[in-house]
């Protein structure tokens, strides 16, 4: 491989780790709040969130750069803070990659909390449990493999990301170009080996993600119906 494909795949990854950070901090809370509220406004924040599912990336991508442009308030918000820009930028990709991997990781971590049994929240609010220590003791742990299965699949989703990182960051080696953009330079090159270098790069890293995943989802399944049967 090339030094620029390593530093494709070295950014991809350290884009993707990052992201996936910031969003089971955030989407924690949120994920939480969506799986016990009763709220009205709850169907609409859920459409809100899933909506990077079914948007097409670069649509996202061209508003999210109208709100990045330097004359925005958020791009001179950003440049009064850091002196830099956040369109074309590897913050600005960071800032994407939440918003287009966000139902990958919010999802995944609400269905897991809406799956703890009532009986066991109840239980803790016999007990006088806190709220905040209910929610460490209890709901945390038993969510677990809501948080891994969301962790793979942010972590994936985001690691293969093209129209949105593509609109928003361009194609700067080194800052914004990602391995797909790496790879789609490759094909528009005809350099078809080196594009199958990092296309098997993606491939092995979507499978191991799906296999986790399913791996992490089969063995809850076989835990709960020994479970049931005792």
Known sequence: M?????????????????????????????AWWL???????????????????????????FYLLIGFAPNSFLGQWWQAITGSQLAFSFSGLVFASCLYSLPFVVQPI???????????????????????????????????????????????HTLGEFGVVLMIGGNIPGETQVIAIALFDHV???????????????????????????????AKKRVGSVGVKF
């Open 2 to 30: 090339s030094d620029a494909e390593y530093q494709a795949i070295i950014l991809s990854v350290k884009l993707a780790t990052i992201s996936c950070l910031i969003l089971l901090l955030l989407g924690t809370p949120l």
């Open 35 to 61: 799986a016990r509220s009763h709220s009205k406004l709850k169907h609409i924040v859920e459409a809100v969130v899933a909506l990077p599912i079914v948007l097409p990336p670069t649509v996202l991508g």
């Open 110 to 156: 609400q269905s897991a909390f809406k799956q703890i049994e009532p009986g066991v929240l109840d239980a803790a609010k016999v007990l006088r449990m806190p709220r905040w220590k209910q929610l460490l003791s209890v709901e945390l742990p038993l969510a677990k493999s809501g948080f891994i299965v969301a962790m793979v699949l942010g972590f994936a």
């Open 188 to 218: 528009e090159s005809l350099n078809f080996a080196a594009a199958h270098r990092l296309a098997l790069v993606l491939l092995g890293i979507s499978f191991f993600a799906l296999l986790l995943t399913y791996g992490v989802t089969g």
